[in-house]
């Protein structure tokens, strides 16, 4: 179950509330002035994370792909060469 707490109140009790969120996966999100600023989750929590944010990364980078390939398609790979070409030398 979530925790929402106060920084003021991990400074406090940074200890059991680390291990709450060890032991028994809570998760705690952090405010300050009654706002979230920040979570606290485990460790494999956040790998997972990261890794769906890489997959969403990659999956939009082979829709950009995929854009470019259907507007490009009307030019042959020497005419794409050539305008890279030109472009590089400014």
Known sequence: MLKIIGVTELQRRFRPLFEEVVRKRTPIVLTRGSRPEAALIPYEDYLRFQQMQESEVLARFDQVW??????????????????????RQG
Do not use: C, F, T
Not at 70 to 84: F, H, K, L, M, P
């Open 66 to 87: 995929s854009r470019l390939a259907e507007v490009n398609r009307a030019y042959s790979d020497e005419e794409i060469a050539a305008d890279i070409k030109a472009a």
